[in-house]
């Protein structure tokens, strides 16, 4: 199994310039798991367990007590999740290094592991060797992401952006109104304003959406979630 963004240095080296054990806390919901990375710790001299937890909070409170170089974290257990963990243990011990082993490739678990702190991403079938590597390549503040969650953020960056609309908060309040089916009459009565000043915004509104009818903009504002937003920079000096 290849592994990426591994920066200047070979399995060789970087088991080589290691000295003292890595000490390392294992954190997964699942026993089973646990004790396979248990097993697979013990085969290395270089690697050293020091603590074990079942879920967020417990690996929170056992690097309090322990300081482990390197913890190995599950991203899905019960109460508080590998990714608030992550960010938890990254901000009060950023000496302490996180590798995220989980079984989800998707983007979005992907991104939000990075984002919290995470320095490199595995997924649970990598081999004994490359988990092992990597143990040393994150002790050394190397990253190395399974080419699965590669790709995700590839993935991630190719796509188109979220459009921005620039709506002002009047032109947010009138398409709410046109969701909940109103006319133009109604919207004026509900907004106490005249029904040319309605019919000025809606002018607007359709031409920042770049659609020409009410159904178009319903099902615009349903399809982006448009309703509810708003742009705190938008002003609106009409109406």
Known sequence: MYLGYLEGASRKGL????????????????KVVRKGLKAF?????DLLLIGEAGSGEEAEKECAQKRPDVVLMDL????????????????AYPETKVIVLTSFEEEDFVEEALKAGATSYLLKNV?????????RAAHQGRAVLAPEAAQALIHA???????VYNLTDREHEILALLVEGLTNPEIAQRLAVKNSTVKFHLGNLYSKLGISTRTEAVALALKQHLIGRSDPKGDDPIG
């Open 76 to 91: 899905v257990m019960p109460g508080e999740g590998g990714v608030l963990a992550t960010r938890a243990i990254c901000g």
């Open 157 to 163: 960056a190719m796509k188109s952006p979220e459009p």
């Open 41 to 45: 710790l013990i085969a290395y001299d």
């Open 15 to 30: 088991k080589m310039a290691q000295q003292a054990p890595i000490r390392v806390l294992v954190v997964d919901d699942h």
């Open 127 to 135: 081999d004994a060797e490359d988990l092992a590597m990597t143990i």
